[in-house]
T-cell receptor
Framework: LAKTTQPISMDSYEGQEVNITCSHN???????ITWYQQFPSQGPRFIIQ???TKVTNEVASLFIPADRKSSTLSLPRVSLSDTAVYYC??????????FGKGTRLSVIA | EPEVTQTPSHQVTQMGQEVILRCVPI?????FYWYRQILGQKVEFLVS????????KSEIFDDQFSVERPDGSNFTLKIRSTKLEDSAMYFC?????????????FGNGTRLTVT
């Protein structure tokens, strides 16, 4: 499985756009990039997934450059309720998810 | 939106006792999983289950652990003789199928405390 590297933590003020970048230099051709969010005392929750270019849903956008060696999760106009740990996972989808330490996002009023 | 439900939310047990953690996956899902998260640490894969048998398991999932789908709705994790180091949040998850277009849906976990 491709190893991922994310910042350990980030702080942001409410209303700001937050971009969390994940490095995955040894991503394989059949790997997808998936992001999960985890609030305290809750299970992880799927946010978004992509293979290349840009994907957008009602929660976030995912930007993937052509070489696919990194990806950026973009959260528009964050609120206090977006305070959570965000995990970047890379894999072909037919193997169990392997979670790293994630990025702890703290949104400040 | 359909949810994965887990019971109990918190279980306290003494070392050496057996515990059963229960999960009701989303009804049309076919793949089931258990993960655990020790306080302050990563979410770790334990086991996946499909078609009434284990598909994959991690090194953590030793002979003390077992899983079962006793009926059409429940999915259980049993720890035969709990140890202090089994204290963790245990998350059940399910997915409709296996593949990148079928994300895992997690429950809110059972906090297991072994004393």
């Amino acid at each position: 499985l491709a190893k991922t590297t994310q910042p350990i933590s980030m702080d942001s003020y409410e209303g700001q756009e937050v971009n969390i970048t994940c490095s995955h230099n040894n991503i394989a051709t059949n790997d997808y990039i998936t992001w999960y969010q985890q609030f305290p005392s809750q299970g992880p929750r799927f946010i978004i997934q992509g293979y290349k270019t840009k994907v957008t849903n009602e929660v976030a956008s995912l930007f993937i450059p052509a070489d696919r060696k990194s990806s950026t999760l973009s959260l528009p106009r964050v609120s206090l309720s977006d305070t959570a740990v965000y995990y970047c996972l890379v894999g072909p989808g037919n193997t169990p998810l392997v979670f790293g330490k994630g990025t702890r996002l703290s949104v400040i009023a | 939106e359909p949810e994965v439900t887990q019971t109990p939310s918190h279980q306290v047990t003494q070392m050496g006792q057996e515990v059963i953690l229960r999960c009701v996956p989303i009804s049309n899902h076919l793949y089931f999983y258990w993960y655990r998260q020790i306080l302050g640490q990563k979410v770790e894969f334990l086991v996946s289950f499909y078609n009434n048998e284990i598909s994959e398991k991690s090194e953590i999932f030793d002979d003390q652990f077992s899983v079962e789908r006793p009926d059409g709705s429940n999915f259980t994790l049993k720890i035969r003789s709990t140890k202090l180091e089994d204290s963790a949040m245990y998350f059940c998850a399910s997915s409709e199928r296996q593949g990148v277009d079928s994300p895992l849906h997690f429950g809110n976990g059972t906090r297991l405390t072994v004393t």
